[in-house]
C-alpha cells in the first residue's frame, strides 16, 4: 500500500510541505520513517501496515484526533493519491511529534510492538541523518516536544494496557458470532449487556439503521460499506402458509467491537446504568 503514495497527486492544508512526486523512492521501500526536507516524517499508510490496521481505521483515529485538538494541524499534512484501481484516496502525513502523540491512540493487536519499532525508526534516521556528512543535523526536540515525549511514555503503559484488553474483547466477540460473521440486533444487545430496544434507539438515533417508510429496520448504506452491519435475508413463513423473502440487519463482528468502544467509554447505557 506505501508505494500506491508515490502516485500522489495533491496536498492540501499548511502542514509539513513536501514533493511527493519527487521522493517516491523514499516512500517505494519498506521504509517506515521517511525525511522530507529536514522534517522527519511517517505516512499513516506505513503506520497502518506496521499496526497491522486498516488504513481507514487509521484515518479516522488522525481525524478524531485532529477534531478534538489532540493533534495540531501544522504537524499533520493530508496527501491525495490514487491507488491501484486509479480512484483518488487520502492519507496523512505526520512529523515526529504528530506520530509520538497519535501512536497510543492508532491500536491494534500489534500495538505495543508497533510503538517501539516507530520510536526506534525515528531515532535510528535521526542519528542516520546526524551522521551523515551530506546533512546538517537535525534540530534536537524542544523542551516542550521532550516533556511531551516524556508524559506519552508515561502514559504508554496504561493505554497499551487498554488496547490489549480490547482486543481481548473483540476476539470474543468474534466468537460470539455467527458462522456467517453476524449476529442479530437483539443477539449483539445481549452480548453488550444492553436492552435490545436501547441498542436499537442508539442505533437509529447515531444514523446506522434508519425505518423506511415505516417498513423494517435497514442499515445505512456506508455503515455496511465500513463493515458494522449487513443485511441478512431469509425466507419467512407467514401464517396463511405462505413464504416471502425477509431482510433484518445484523451486526458485524467488527461492528460489536464498534459498539463495544461505545459501551465501554460510557455512550450507550448498560442494564446497569439504566437501573441507578
Same mark, same amino acid.
Given at each position: 500500500?506505501?508505494?500506491?503514495?508515490?502516485?500522489?497527486?495533491?496536498?492540501?492544508? $499548511?502542514?509539513?510541505?513536501?514533493?511527493? @512526486?519527487?521522493?517516491?523512492?523514499?516512500?517505494?521501500?519498506?521504509?517506515?520513517?521517511?525525511?522530507?526536507?529536514?522534517? @522527519?516524517?511517517?505516512?499513516?499508510?506505513?503506520?497502518?501496515?506496521?499496526?497491522?490496521?486498516? $488504513?481507514?481505521?487509521?484515518?479516522?483515529?488522525?481525524?478524531?484526533? @485532529?477534531?478534538?485538538?489532540?493533534? &495540531?494541524?501544522? &504537524?499533520?499534512?493530508?496527501?491525495? /493519491?490514487?491507488?491501484?484501481?486509479?480512484?483518488?484516496?487520502?492519507?496523512?502525513?505526520?512529523?515526529?511529534?504528530?506520530?509520538? =502523540?497519535?501512536?497510543?491512540?492508532i491500536g491494534g493487536r500489534e500495538s505495543r510492538a508497533a510503538q517501539v519499532r516507530l520510536v526506534d525508526a525515528f531515532l535510528a534516521l535521526r542519528g542516520q541523518r546526524d551522521e551523515s556528512p551530506q546533512h546538517a543535523a537535525l534540530p534536537s526536540p524542544s523542551p516542550e516536544l521532550m516533556q511531551t515525549m516524556i508524559e506519552l511514555a508515561k502514559s504508554n503503559a496504561q493505554l497499551a494496557s487498554a488496547v490489549q484488553a480490547q482486543a481481548q474483547k473483540a476476539e470474543a466477540f468474534d466468537q460470539f458470532a455467527a458462522a456467517d460473521g453476524s449476529m442479530s440486533m437483539t443477539q449483539a444487545a445481549k452480548?453488550?449487556? =444492553?436492552?435490545?430496544?436501547?441498542? =436499537?434507539?442508539?442505533?437509529?438515533?447515531?444514523?446506522?439503521? /434508519?425505518?423506511?417508510?415505516?417498513?423494517?429496520?435497514?442499515? /445505512?448504506?456506508?455503515? =455496511?460499506?465500513?463493515? @458494522?452491519?449487513?443485511?441478512?435475508? /431469509?425466507?419467512?413463513?407467514?401464517?396463511?402458509?405462505?413464504?416471502?423473502?425477509?431482510? &433484518?440487519v445484523h451486526v458485524t463482528a467488527r461492528g460489536l467491537t464498534v459498539l463495544a468502544a461505545h459501551v465501554a467509554a460510557g455512550a450507550i447505557p448498560t442494564r446497569q446504568g439504566l437501573g441507578r
Amino acid at each position: 500500500m506505501v508505494e500506491q503514495a508515490c502516485r500522489a497527486v495533491s496536498r492540501h492544508g $499548511h502542514g509539513i510541505r513536501l514533493d511527493m @512526486l519527487a521522493n517516491c523512492s523514499e516512500l517505494a521501500g519498506d521504509a517506515l520513517v521517511s525525511v522530507r526536507g529536514d522534517i @522527519l516524517i511517517v505516512s499513516t499508510l506505513a503506520v497502518a501496515r506496521v499496526f497491522d490496521r486498516n $488504513h481507514r481505521d487509521v484515518l479516522r483515529t488522525i481525524d478524531g484526533l @485532529l477534531a478534538d485538538g489532540t493533534l &495540531n494541524a501544522r &504537524n499533520v499534512a493530508r496527501v491525495d /493519491y490514487v491507488d491501484a484501481k486509479g480512484e483518488k484516496r487520502r492519507m496523512f502525513e505526520l512529523d515526529e511529534r504528530a506520530a509520538w =502523540i497519535a501512536a497510543p491512540f492508532i491500536g491494534g493487536r500489534e500495538s505495543r510492538a508497533a510503538q517501539v519499532r516507530l520510536v526506534d525508526a525515528f531515532l535510528a534516521l535521526r542519528g542516520q541523518r546526524d551522521e551523515s556528512p551530506q546533512h546538517a543535523a537535525l534540530p534536537s526536540p524542544s523542551p516542550e516536544l521532550m516533556q511531551t515525549m516524556i508524559e506519552l511514555a508515561k502514559s504508554n503503559a496504561q493505554l497499551a494496557s487498554a488496547v490489549q484488553a480490547q482486543a481481548q474483547k473483540a476476539e470474543a466477540f468474534d466468537q460470539f458470532a455467527a458462522a456467517d460473521g453476524s449476529m442479530s440486533m437483539t443477539q449483539a444487545a445481549k452480548s453488550l449487556g =444492553i436492552a435490545p430496544h436501547t441498542l =436499537i434507539d442508539w442505533l437509529q438515533r447515531n444514523a446506522w439503521i /434508519y425505518r423506511p417508510n415505516g417498513k423494517r429496520l435497514a442499515a /445505512y448504506e456506508i455503515k =455496511i460499506m465500513d463493515g @458494522l452491519l449487513v443485511h441478512c435475508t /431469509y425466507m419467512a413463513e407467514l401464517r396463511d402458509g405462505s413464504r416471502r423473502l425477509v431482510s &433484518n440487519v445484523h451486526v458485524t463482528a467488527r461492528g460489536l467491537t464498534v459498539l463495544a468502544a461505545h459501551v465501554a467509554a460510557g455512550a450507550i447505557p448498560t442494564r446497569q446504568g439504566l437501573g441507578r
